[in-house]
T-cell receptor, first 113, second 116 residues
Framework: DAKTTQPTSMDCAEGRAANLPCNHS???????VYWYRQIHSQGPQYIIH???NNETNEMASLIITEDRKSSTLILPHATLRDTAVYYC??????????????FGKGTHLIIQP | DTAVSQTPKYLVTQMGNDKSIKCEQN?????MYWYKQDSKKFLKIMFS???????INETVPNRFSPKSPDKAHLNLHINSLELGDSAVYFC???????????????FGPGTRLTVL
């Protein structure tokens, strides 16, 4: 799986959009970009994933650049409960065999009141 | 309803003991996983298992063994516990779907293991 680079930490004001960048310059054509987050003392939680098109769900939006070498996770209206470590993971989604996730250090997002 | 549950939530034990952590998922998924999160917060895959194969991370000592009595359960047995085994252990599950991109993983709340 391709390696990802994320800032160690970020702050965002409550109610504002939180934009979390991720660089994955060595991504392959068949690798997806996944985002998970881990709130303190909880298990990781899936947020969103995409291949090359921008994606949106009830939690967030994912913007992937045209060359697919970087992406941005957007939390449109951040709340205090969004304070967590956010992980950007690049991987091939496989079938016919289980494949674990490779977590990096992630970005510690702190939402300020 | 809890999708992926683990017991116990906390486990404190002495070095050299043998212990088990249980994991159950009610999502009907066919693949389950065990991850270890150490004191530096690095989260690493230990095992993944479905009804076809067990994939073991080669760095995991053979003192650790997963046991799956049925598709909804994947328990983690640890023999001869060592101080370095202290960590938070997470169970997860996923479903292989018709589309390759649908293997989202759902995690349990974690089991904090402390070896004294």
């Amino acid at each position: 799986d391709a390696k990802t680079t994320q800032p160690t930490s970020m702050d965002c004001a409550e109610g504002r959009a939180a934009n979390l960048p991720c660089n994955h310059s060595t991504i392959s054509g068949n690798e997806y970009v996944y985002w998970y987050r881990q709130i303190h003392s909880q298990g990781p939680q899936y947020i969103i994933h995409g291949l090359k098109n921008n994606e949106t769900n009830e939690m967030a939006s994912l913007i992937i650049t045209e060359d697919r070498k970087s992406s941005t996770l957007i939390l449109p209206h951040a709340t205090l409960r969004d304070t967590a470590v956010y992980y950007c993971i690049v991987r091939v989604a496989t079938r016919g065999g289980a494949d674990g996730l490779t977590f990096g250090k992630g970005t510690h997002l702190i939402i300020q009141p | 309803d809890t999708a992926v549950s683990q017991t116990p939530k906390y486990l404190v034990t002495q070095m050299g003991n043998d212990k088990s952590i249980k994991c159950e998922q009610n999502l009907g998924h066919d693949t389950m996983y065990w991850y270890k999160q150490d004191s530096k917060k690095f989260l690493k895959i230990m095992f993944s298992y479905n009804n076809k194969e067990l994939i073991i991370n080669e760095t995991v000592p053979n003192r650790f063994s997963p046991k799956s009595p049925d598709k909804a359960h994947l328990n983690l047995h640890i023999n001869s516990l060592e101080l370095g085994d202290s960590a938070v252990y997470f169970c997860a599950s996923s479903q292989e779907g018709p589309r390759l991109s649908t293997d989202t993983q759902y995690f349990g709340p974690g089991t904090r293991l402390t070896v004294l």
